[in-house]
Nanobody
């Protein structure tokens, strides 16, 4: 089971950009699906973007065209590039490895979009 650590969160103005990184402690090459989720207080954790070993990427409708997920199976990392951020993107962002039998989650990184 890999250990995941997110970084790159922070405070950004509306319209700005951030790049989140997720570093895995082990090999992610054979983990079919890596993903980014986000969560705001009192709400269910929301799927933001996914990346599979076959190269498929999917995005929540709310971030399509603004966010890009990329995985590096050599560096064992998964990045989330975020552009044109809005206050509605404010959340704690979590990295996720969908591995059996125990999926892994990072501790999260806070993204705050505010003027």
């Amino acid at each position: 089971q890999v250990h995941l650590v997110e970084s790159g969160g922070g405070l950004v103005q509306p319209g700005g950009s951030l790049n989140l990184s997720c570093a895995a402690s082990g090999n992610i090459r054979n983990i079919y699906l890596m993903a980014w989720y986000r969560q705001t207080p009192g709400k269910k954790r929301e799927l933001v973007a996914t990346s599979t070993t076959s190269g498929n990427k999917n995005y929540a409708d709310s971030v399509k065209g603004r966010f890009t997920i990329s995985r590096d199976n050599v560096k064992n990392s998964v990045d989330l590039q975020m552009h044109n951020l809005t206050p509605e993107d404010t959340a704690v962002y979590f990295c996720h490895a969908d591995q059996s039998p125990f999926p892994s989650w990072g501790q999260g990184t806070q993204v705050t979009v505010s003027a």
